[in-house]
């Protein structure tokens, strides 16, 4: 139909005519506001002072139990038997009970293992030391009595076989060789009874601290 026409010349209906705004009807600023705003749930950060009081806090164990691990290699020289079986245990019972006055958290079972064996690795280490110096000091001595074992050794074993692979060892190489597998040994006694004491010692703490 023509836009000027006010009703329809077939039915006679009048024309009903809509305007459309030019422009979007704003929001007033003040219904807005009358809204609340909901935000989504952010999760809350991991608490850094949790996941690190769950763990070891291996500096400051370490200097406490370096001093003792001193005293016990430098005495397992002397005193090879009573420095692995009473020193060490000894000494790290004393280091963890040190660590627990400033780190009052329970440690498990498993952490004081971890524990006794960084002990056992410090306490090997001065051992190694001052086992060195030692054999340096005293090197014609030292060799003469392990050469003095060997052929004690060959001499209680009848087989041709056995005494010439004994005798190898009296020889440069074969004392070298000989001191390394020793050395060897007493690193894994080290490792093995500072594994023991250290989850022994946790255990019976958690022992004693129960009602």
């Known amino acids: 139909m023509e836009g000027q026409l006010a009703f329809c010349p077939a039915c006679g209906a009048p024309q ?4 459309r705004p030019e422009q979007p009807l704003d929001v007033p600023e003040k219904q807005s506001q009358d809204f609340p705003h909901v935000f989504p749930e952010r999760p809350f ?16 164990f370490i200097r406490a139990a370096t001093p003792l691990a001193a005293v016990t290699g430098i005495l397992t020289v002397p ?3 009573l420095g692995l079986f009473v020193l060490l245990p000894a000494n790290l019972i004393w280091a963890i009970a040190r660590y627990r006055r400033d780190h009052p958290p329970a440690i498990r079972a498993g952490q004081g293992a971890r524990m006794g064996a960084v002990m056992g690795v410090l306490s090997f280490g001065f051992f190694l030391a001052c086992f060195l110096v030692t054999i340096n000091l005293w ?7 392990m050469i003095a074992r060997i052929h004690e050794i060959a001499a209680q074993n009848p087989d041709p076989q056995a005494q010439q692979i004994t005798q190898w060892f009296a020889t440069p190489h074969g004392f070298i ?8 040994t007493i690193l ?10 250290g989850a ?12």
Request: proline fraction near 7%; charged fraction near 15%; aromatic fraction near 6%.
């Open 139 to 145: 090197r014609t001595q030292y060799r003469e009595m």
């Open 45 to 60: 950060p991991p608490s850094g002072g949790l996941a690190l009081s769950t763990g070891i806090a291996w500096r400051d």
């Open 16 to 19: 009903i005519r809509v305007s």
């Open 177 to 184: 060789f000989l001191t390394a597998i020793g050395m060897s």
């Open 188 to 197: 894994l006694a080290f490792l093995v009874i500072g594994m023991g004491s």
């Open 200 to 211: 022994l010692a946790v255990a019976l703490g958690k022992a004693r601290n129960r009602p």
């Open 79 to 81: 005193l090879a038997p």
